[in-house]
């Protein structure tokens, strides 16, 4: 049963389960927390416990909130509260990873979108690639292009969408361009399946 874990991991010793971040969002993410006090700061911890699974050797890897994660690490904010969805610990290693696979609890996909090795997963969140595209992802979410989902992994499925619509030399060079662009491929009939797809008004029906 899922339970929750007095705070006290330290960020350093929690293992990712997907290989990427977009660095734009862990660049805001600090921001907010350098800028908020103390009771904001509390806040932040609360409304955003790490979930997690505890495998091999105890070792705690968390499925979900990588961009806060690798936001506090680099703020070095101290230990976090986790809130642990299963023990797997009993598992050996392959069998491990094979149940987070199948599981929709991890991520083996590198900043180009392609499927990598299970054990290709880096072992901490200080070694997480930089993909622009989960970034551009983010200010789509935040400019209502799409709504966030529930879906594991959804905003991945939105960083691929667009990047085969839209070219990596925008999104480097002049990411507010691209973020137009990107508010427009998403209100278009082609991303209706994605998860939170919301075409305002009827665009793209």
Known sequence: MP???PIG???EDLRPTQMTVGLREV????????DADDTE???LLRRHVIPAVIGPKQRAYIVDHHHFARALLEEDAGPVGLYVLADLSDLPKGEFWCFLDNSHWCHAYDALGTRCDLADIPKHLSDLADDPYRSL???LIRRGGCAKSDKP???FLWADHLRRRIDETLVEQDFDAAVEKALSLARARE?????GWCAAGGDGL
């Open 137 to 139: 992802v983010g200010a």
């Open 191 to 195: 991303a209706r399946s994605l998860p």
């Open 3 to 5: 339970t929750h874990v």
């Open 153 to 155: 992994f959804s905003e």
């Open 27 to 34: 660049e805001a993410k600090r921001r907010h927390w350098r």
């Open 41 to 43: 700061r509390t806040l």
């Open 9 to 11: 991991f330290k960020l």
